[in-house]
């Protein structure tokens, strides 16, 4: 008679807290604070906000452009580095307390900013450094556009973990690259405190629909603005109420049910143990990327090549000879072929 195998049960965390509008330290130090005490309670993975270092631009979606500049260029100053010293921190945090850390930074690379999503494992290492595809609306007077280069599923101690950040979930083929890593644990963060109230109704939505759709669970992090940051950021109440609402931190099984009650309100850390056995159970009735999958009708092309203002031929030269269009295109893609035999 055959034994069952054993039990394999992660303890996840959606962490939402607030961060320091006035400085990335004062934000570090307020994670550092979250991850101690998750530790406490047994948590072996962490999700935080949406560039919840030094802070999520709050600022960009209540000022015009022409009046934005100051604040645009002190997240400049606050913004993280990588690597540097905010991610040696959490590493060694990481390491300590032998836990996944999934965590959202404006990346400053130079002269631009990212809305960048990192994934430490236990070890402390960075497995995924991945930069959002597409800022949303206000968002693009911040952040450039990413790649995907970094749209990756993190094998992890807890298992495969894979981010995406707010609106990406609106992007079918960006969370259809995720589930076919077979994606277990997928981690995804909002910004909070903004839009209002329709705001968490459309998270709930989302993160239910992916849970179910992926069979993987889905534990989200939404960031919270107190009264007096808000009215820090406008003192105008019409565009307050466009900073309050939007808050929904949650964790959602396989199965599309919440593992424990969302925080829609105020600071808190969402925490429940997650059966990895539910994932099979999902995926036994609908794998979207296995027998439910069509992949002879229709199946999704990356182009994993990081987006840098330089590319390299290296000994190949541009005025090579192909055999065909079609070979010149996988081998540089976007390059059309200077003589064709």
């Not at 963060?189 to 968490?200: H, M, N, T, Y």
């Not at 009708?297 to 203002?309: D, V, Y």
């Amino acid at each position: 008679m055959s034994t069952p195998s054993t039990k394999r049960i992660v303890r996840a965390a959606a962490v939402q807290i607030a961060p320091d509008l006035e400085s990335c330290t004062g934000t570090l130090a307020r994670v550092c604070d979250a991850i101690v005490s998750a530790a406490r309670e047994g948590v072996q993975l962490a999700v935080f906000p949406e560039t919840f270092l030094p802070y999520y631009p709050y600022f960009s979606f209540v000022l015009p452009p022409v009046q934005s500049g100051t604040e645009h260029l002190r997240l400049y100053e606050q913004a993280v580095t990588i690597p540097g010293p905010v991610t040696e921190t959490i590493g060694a945090l990481a390491r300590e307390h032998g836990m996944v850390i999934v965590l959202g930074v404006n990346e400053r690379d130079h002269g631009s900013l990212y809305n960048t999503q990192l994934i430490f494992d236990t070890d402390g290492q960075i497995k995924v450094k991945r930069r959002k595809l597409t800022p949303t609306f206000h968002e693009r007077m911040i952040w450039g556009q990413g790649d995907a280069a970094g749209l990756k599923v993190a094998h992890t101690a807890v298992g495969r973990v894979g981010a995406l950040a707010c609106w990406e979930h609106y992007n079918p083929l960006a969370r259809y690259a995720l589930m076919t890593q077979h994606e277990e644990i997928h981690c995804s963060q909002f910004p909070g405190s903004l839009v209002g109230p329709i705001f968490a109704e459309q998270i709930e939505v989302t993160i239910r629909h992916h849970a179910l759709e992926s069979g993987c669970f889905v534990v989200n992090a939404t960031g919270w603005l107190t009264d007096a940051q808000i009215a820090s950021v406008t003192g105008d109440p019409k565009l307050q109420k466009a900073l309050r609402g939007g808050c929904n931190a949650a964790i959602v099984s396989p199965e599309g049910q919440h593992l424990a009650a969302p925080l829609r309100e105020g600071e808190g850390m969402v925490i429940a143990d997650l059966d990895m056995a539910l994932i099979t159970k999902r995926k036994r009735m609908m794998d979207s990327v296995g027998h439910y999958a069509r992949p002879e009708l229709l199946s999704l092309a990356i182009n994993e090549r990081p987006a840098t203002p330089v590319f390299s031929f290296d000994d190949t030269p541009v005025t090579a000879s192909w055999s065909s269009h079609d070979e010149c295109q996988r081998q540089f893609p976007g390059i059309e072929p200077a003589t064709l035999d």
